[in-house]
């Protein structure tokens, strides 16, 4: 799955999901592949376009949300922490 998420075409990512494919087909039936399979085509496989970086074109070598997750910590306890109820337009004077 990490070859399909790393995959810089789509050629290359529909050959590392065939690869997937067979792997589950074949593995022993202590990991019941066929069925993470079908988790995987039901969950993932249609939006492949959002974590595979065949199709992410925007790619900064950046792949967590830790950058808004400090943004957001920062903005909660710098800017934000004597204001006890948090009202939309303080907020919005704020980050203005």
Known sequence: ???????????????EHEKFETWC??????????ELYQYFERGFLWKREKWSQAWRNH???????????TWHRQLKEVYLPSLRRQRVDV????LW
């Open 25 to 34: 087909i074949d593995v022993d039936e202590e990991w019941d592949g066929p």
């Open 59 to 69: 790619y900064h070598h950046v792949n967590t949300n830790n950058y808004i997750e």
């Open 1 to 15: 799955m990490i070859n399909m998420m790393r995959a810089e075409t789509p050629v290359d990512f529909d050959l």
């Open 91 to 94: 907020l919005v004077y704020i």
